[in-house]
């Protein structure tokens, strides 16, 4: 004859009479100072052949990663993006006959130092056939705001649910599930606008431009998460 299982069943995923289930969620939004700024930097070059288009970018490429290397530090990472060369053809004319050639890199850098950054874009800015876009400011991966954030969601989910139980003559007993729902920045900004050398610049072509005055963007920060607790019975 079949004995009954002593096992304990399982929790019913809702709650009861005798052990109310309470769900809500906690939000924190924080605004902090960004820890690095993005620009990118399109170095481009023409020529009458494919050989004179390149070497003249080789070398415009070469002087531009020189520049940001002399920054050391400052400049966090650096790298180097699509490189294109390509012909361009008469509009007129039988057969396909080569125009001129077009040249281009694109190099991505981020630094850390903002009292450098003015300077250098300016410097980046006032070299030949150079665009300069951003800066786009952000916080790194493993930023401390994060943690901080998702600490204080958590925190406002706890005291949350305590609110509730308590309005309820009650009180919270276990912390059945709890969720993260999203964390991270709310949507970045639309970049600002790049800066490339104007015609302006070649009838001064010894004189510096002055540096850039470039205000850092704070960042908002969000975390949210969900938080299922179980509570005494309410006093109805």
Do not use: C
Not at 56 to 76: C, F, H, I, M, P
Not at 96 to 101: A, D, Q, S
Not at 140 to 158: F, I, L, T, Y
Request: proline residues 8%; glycine residues 6%.
């Amino acid at each position: 004859m079949a004995t009954p299982s002593e096992d304990p069943q399982p929790a019913a995923p809702y709650g009861t009479p005798d052990a109310p289930h309470i769900a809500v969620r906690g939000e924190a939004h924080l605004e902090v100072e960004p820890e690095i700024a993005r620009i990118g930097v399109t170095v481009t070059s023409r020529g009458k052949d494919r050989r004179t288009a390149l070497d003249d970018l080789t070398r415009r490429n070469a002087a531009v990663l020189d520049l940001l290397k002399s920054y050391g530090d400052a400049v966090e990472h650096l790298e180097t993006g699509a490189l294109t060369l390509s012909p361009e053809l008469k509009d007129k004319g039988r057969g396909e006959r080569v125009h001129t050639h077009h040249g281009s890199v694109h190099l991505t850098a981020d630094l850390n130092d903002f009292t450098a950054l003015g300077e250098l874009t300016t410097r980046l800015a006032d070299s030949d056939l150079t665009r300069v876009d951003g800066p786009w400011w952000a916080l790194r991966p493993d930023s401390p705001a994060h943690r901080q954030a998702r600490r204080q969601a958590v925190h406002e989910a706890v005291q949350r649910a305590r609110e509730y139980a308590e309005a309820l003559g009650a009180g919270l007993t276990a912390l059945l599930e709890l969720a993260d729902t999203d964390t991270g920045a709310d949507s970045p900004a639309p970049p600002r606008a790049g800066r490339t050398r104007s015609l302006a610049y070649a009838a001064a072509e010894d004189a510096p431009a002055a540096p850039l005055d470039l205000e850092p963007q704070r960042q908002h920060v969000v975390a949210r998460v969900d938080a299922r607790f179980t509570m005494t019975p309410p006093r109805l």
